[in-house]
């Protein structure tokens, strides 16, 4: 393995410059875990939100950050 030198919970440099930049960055860790892609506003029912898509590779290194099975258990968890 070459990424010794990366902070731990980070698969690369590039995820760990996106998930330090706050709730407002494209790629950030949700409350419940998970890392999302905010995929920009959406509205639905007549309100607006952010439309969030969970990651499940990293989109800079392709390392998996979390599997089918940790989403559904994360977004069960929420609701
Ligand atoms: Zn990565």
């Keep these: ?3 010794d030198d990366i902070a731990a919970g980070y698969c690369c ?3 760990e410059t996106c998930l330090s930049a706050g709730p407002d960055a494209a790629l950030f860790e949700h409350d ?3 890392i ?4 920009g506003r959406t509205e639905q029912d ?8 969970s990651v ?4 800079f290194c392709g390392t998996e950050l ?14």
């Design 56 to 59: 499940q590779f990293c989109p």
């Design 32 to 34: 419940s875990g998970l």
């Design 46 to 53: 007549g309100e607006e939100g952010n439309l969030l898509i």
């Design 1 to 3: 393995m070459e990424d």
């Design 66 to 79: 979390q599997t089918d099975e940790d989403i559904d258990a994360a977004l069960e968890a929420v609701d």
């Design 36 to 39: 999302l892609l905010n995929a």
């Design 13 to 15: 440099d590039d995820m």
